[in-house]
């Protein structure tokens, strides 16, 4: 069974950090390219950070550059998202996607097309106090 776990998640006061983590099991993540998704409260779910297969080529969503770093151990099977300098307005549930193919091998999935994401994730809650 293919699955991706979320964790990191938590509370965290404006300006402070968190680094959630993605872990793979029942496959490898060595092909797979990896996309962030939050969802905000009341909101739709948007694309906050990818990363190519190979490569480290990463993309960011504007409202993050600077203040997140997404990275990728294939050696532990596991993506990460370091997040610095959050603010209220992350507060949501994040979800770490996993997409095949070599078109995503050196260069980041789009956040606009849910379809190309092959496994998703459960979600981790994020909640930034003011």
């Known amino acids: 069974q293919l699955q991706l776990v979320e964790s990191g998640g938590g509370l965290v006061h404006s300006g402070g950090s968190l680094r959630l983590s993605c872990a793979a099991s029942g496959f490898s993540l060595e092909h797979y390219a990896i996309a962030w998704f939050r969802q905000l409260p009341g909101k739709w779910r948007e694309g906050v950070s990818s990363i190519s297969s190979f490569g480290g080529i990463t993309s960011y969503t504007d409202s993050v550059k600077g203040r997140f770093t997404i990275s990728k151990d294939n050696a532990k099977n596991t993506v990460y998202l370091q997040m610095n300098s959050l603010k209220p307005e992350d507060t949501a549930v994040y979800y770490c996607?996993?997409?095949?193919?070599?078109?995503?091998?050196?260069?980041?999935?789009?956040?606009?097309?849910?379809?190309?994401?092959?496994?998703w994730g459960q979600g981790t809650q994020v909640t930034v106090s003011s």
């Open positions: 996607a996993a997409a095949y193919g070599s078109t995503w091998y050196y260069q980041p999935p789009s956040f606009t097309d849910e379809s190309e994401y092959d496994v």
